[in-house]
């Protein structure tokens, strides 16, 4: 099973752990990855609040075991909500403390039938994943941002 994130950092679960997200509090050190490039980019589209097609992005891919993965039971409606809620939080962390598995598959928000997966960084099975041994950079087309400027939200 293959997955991408932007950056190799993102691996270590600290940006996570700083922010939160619509999967875990803040100060839960988690990583959040995606199953295709184009879902990751779209993923970033969904919360960057920019003017300007950003310059510091890079693909870092890596794989684990299909076993790894813990899927997740029928969601409740309010999981797509555009804020965080307490029930995908309380889901997040409840999969961190439980352990039971090193990655979580979470449907995207953005194209539900397509997944994103939730990775502890503090699992026993860490070390297990296969992460790729160079940085790709990605450059954003700049059209995707002067669209964003010029359409009304």
């Known amino acids: 099973m293959r997955f991408c994130a932007t950056t190799v950092a993102a691996f270590s679960g600290e940006g996570a752990a ?6 875990n509090r803040k100060g ?3 990583a959040y990855a995606s199953w295709s490039r184009s ?17 510091d992005y890079a693909f870092a891919s890596a794989s684990f075991a299909e076993e790894d993965v813990f899927q ?8 797509r909500r555009p804020a965080r809620s307490g029930t995908t939080v309380e889901i997040g962390e409840r999969f961190v403390a439980e352990g039971r ?8 928000v953005v194209v539900p039938q397509e997944f994103n997966y939730i990775i502890n960084p ?8 296969e992460i790729g041994k ?19 939200r």
């Open 122 to 129: 503090l699992h026993a099975r860490f070390g297990a994943i």
């Open 101 to 108: 598995a090193l990655a979580l598959a979470i449907p995207s």
């Open 39 to 55: 879902l990751a980019i779209l993923e970033i589209l969904a919360t960057i609040e920019r003017a300007e097609a950003p310059t």
């Open 134 to 152: 160079s940085l790709e950079p990605f450059a954003f087309d700049s059209r995707i941002f002067t669209l964003r400027t010029i359409l009304p």
């Open 72 to 79: 997740l039971p029928p969601l409740p409606p309010e999981w």
């Open 28 to 30: 839960t050190r988690v």
């Open 18 to 23: 700083l922010a939160g997200g619509r999967w």
